[in-house]
Structure formats: structure tokens, C-alpha cells
């Protein structure tokens, strides 16, 4: 176990609903990621924590919603998704440096694999 | 795009042969990373190379990074079964900015 874990891990859902990906870390890390991974494409960052606070946004549409209560926990909310959205959705923890060169070394979770009808 | 292009997409062995993969990338970098992910599962990391190194071993991985070409290798020796998996290069640049490419499914036979 890499010591960060996801639940739910598989999840249908329908356009209309709206449900939220949870992400836990206890590796005392203060950075968090979320992440979407589709067939046939790169890994694609969404969002990251850095001290709790969102450094970065990489054009999500407002349908995904993250939220992070502290430096362990870390939220993808969700409503009316598309079936486009349905992927395997990897949440990671690294710890930042301070200053000079950065070497994070990220450790992910399990994935929550979403699909939607 | 600044994201790592990882060659060949598929890869299929023997049991006991070397497997090499190869990663591009097009910025400059602070690191690159080799991850590996099991169907299904969260990716693990491997090794990390810094841009001032040029090669690094870890076990029965070799990794080597030429900035000049904005290329790396990761080379498995005596591959096993359960090296089976996809395998990923990720680069972070000097904004300590993340990018995964497509990654490389490798297979080994038994």
C-alpha cells in the first residue's frame, strides 16, 4: 500500500446525480492531486493542493467541484456529468520542497474508476 | 504540449529478456520519473533522475536521461511475469509542474 487511499473505488452514476470521490493521505504529505486517467490518454492533472490551498486548476469544468479540508483529505465533488467524464479518477500525495529544485516523488492511490450513464 | 511521449505503446517478451522503453519530452526539466501502474490500480513510482544525472540504477532498472535530446530509457534486465504492467515517464519542470505521458504496456511471457 503506498499509504493513500481512495474510496469509493468503482462508482456508476447517472447524468443527474451528484456524488463526491473522497482521497485520504498518511504519509504527512502537504501536497495533494487530483488526477483523470482515460484509455489511449496522457494522465491528466486537475487540480493541486498545495498547504490546502488550490495552486492549480488545469481548465476542469465546473462539474468537478475539489475541496480540501486539511492537508489529509482531499474531495472530488460531482454533478451532472457527462459519460465523456467516465474514467479512472487517481488522487496523489507528495511532499512539496521549499526552494531550490523540486524532486516531489508522488504516491497515488488505488483510483476510483467512475463511470457514467 | 510539454507532456512526455513514452515508445513503443506495447512491448511483449519473454520471461528472462531485457525490456527498454523510451520517453520524449519538450521543456526543460528539474526531474524526470518513471512510474509503473498494474491494470487497474494507482501508479507507483520508480525512479527518479534529476536533469544534472545522466544515468541511475535501482535494482534491475537502468534509467538514463540525455537533457540535450529531451529523451530518457528505462530498461528492465531479466524481466519476470510480474514486471507485467503499463509503465509511465513523468517530467516536472522548474514551475514543479507535473506531465505523464501515454505510457508503455508491457507484457511478459511466462
Known amino acids: 500500500e503506498t499509504g493513500v487511499t481512495q474510496t469509493p473505488r468503482h462508482l456508476v452514476m447517472g447524468m443527474t446525480n451528484k456524488k463526491s470521490l473522497k482521497c485520504e493521505q498518511h504519509?504527512?504529505?502537504?501536497?495533494m492531486y487530483w488526477y483523470k486517467q482515460s484509455a489511449k490518454k496522457p494522465l491528466e492533472l486537475m487540480f493541486v493542493?498545495?498547504?490546502?490551498?488550490?495552486?492549480e486548476n488545469n481548465s476542469v469544468p465546473s462539474r468537478f467541484s475539489p475541496e480540501c479540508p486539511n492537508s489529509s483529505h482531499l474531495f472530488l465533488h460531482l454533478h451532472t456529468l457527462q459519460p465523456e467524464d467516465s474514467a479512472l479518477y487517481l488522487c496523489?500525495?507528495?511532499?512539496?520542497?521549499?526552494?531550490?529544485?523540486?524532486?516531489?516523488?508522488?504516491?497515488f492511490g488505488p483510483g476510483t474508476r467512475l463511470t457514467v450513464l | 504540449s510539454q507532456q512526455g511521449e513514452e515508445d513503443p505503446q506495447a512491448l511483449s517478451i519473454q520471461e528472462g529478456e531485457n525490456a527498454t522503453m523510451n520517453c520524449s519530452y519538450k521543456?526543460?526539466?528539474?526531474?524526470l520519473q518513471w512510474y509503473r501502474q498494474n491494470s487497474g490500480r494507482g501508479l507507483v513510482h520508480l525512479i527518479l533522475?534529476?536533469?544534472?544525472?545522466r544515468e541511475k540504477h535501482s535494482g534491475r532498472l537502468r534509467v538514463t536521461l540525455d537533457t540535450s535530446k529531451k529523451s530518457s530509457s528505462l530498461l528492465i534486465t531479466a524481466s519476470r511475469a510480474a514486471d507485467t504492467a503499463s509503465y509511465f515517464c513523468?517530467?516536472?519542470?522548474?514551475?514543479?509542474?507535473?506531465?505523464f505521458g501515454t505510457g508503455t504496456s508491457l507484457t511478459v511471457i511466462p
Open positions: 496523489a500525495s507528495s511532499q512539496r520542497t521549499s526552494g531550490g529544485i523540486s524532486t516531489d516523488t508522488q504516491y
Open positions: 521543456t526543460s526539466i528539474n526531474n
Open positions: 533522475i534529476r536533469s544534472n544525472e
Open positions: 513523468a517530467t516536472q519542470n522548474t514551475g514543479n509542474q507535473f506531465y
Open positions: 493542493y498545495n498547504f490546502k490551498e488550490q495552486t
Open positions: 504519509l504527512g504529505h502537504n501536497a
